[in-house]
Nanobody, 122 residues
């Protein structure tokens, strides 16, 4: 069983930044990524990164240029740097891990964390 633990959520003003962390698999070459669940909507994809790192990443169009995903395999941790945050980003962000490639990373990912709340105040 793979356990994922997110941290780094909190409250920030519009235009501010947060960095989320996901302590993840201690073995196995998993793709890791982030999803968020806007109020009243299904969980949606934010970003993903392959085990090989920043050479293979994917982003939702809505976050390209503002969010950056990275990972440190020596620390078994993935990160999501979020800049220029807007109030519509207020929701729970969840980390996920799966053996599928970045291009096939989806809501059906095998392993999930509990989530961390991000609140952007206007």
């Amino acid at each position: 069983q793979v356990q994922l633990v997110e941290s780094g959520g909190g409250t920030v003003q519009t235009g501010g930044s947060l960095r989320l962390s996901c302590a993840g698999p201690t073995s196995g070459a998993y793709t890791m990524g982030w999803f968020r669940r806007p109020p009243g909507k299904e969980r949606e994809f934010v970003a993903a990164i392959s085990y090989l790192g920043s050479s293979n990443t994917g982003y939702a169009d809505s976050v390209k240029g503002r969010f950056t995903i990275s990972r440190d395999n020596a620390k078994n941790t993935a990160y999501l740097q979020m800049d220029s945050l807007q109030p519509e980003a207020t929701t729970v962000f969840s980390c996920a891990a799966d053996s599928r490639a970045v291009g096939k990373f989806s809501r059906s990912a095998a392993f999930w964390g509990q989530g961390t709340q991000v609140t952007v105040s206007s």
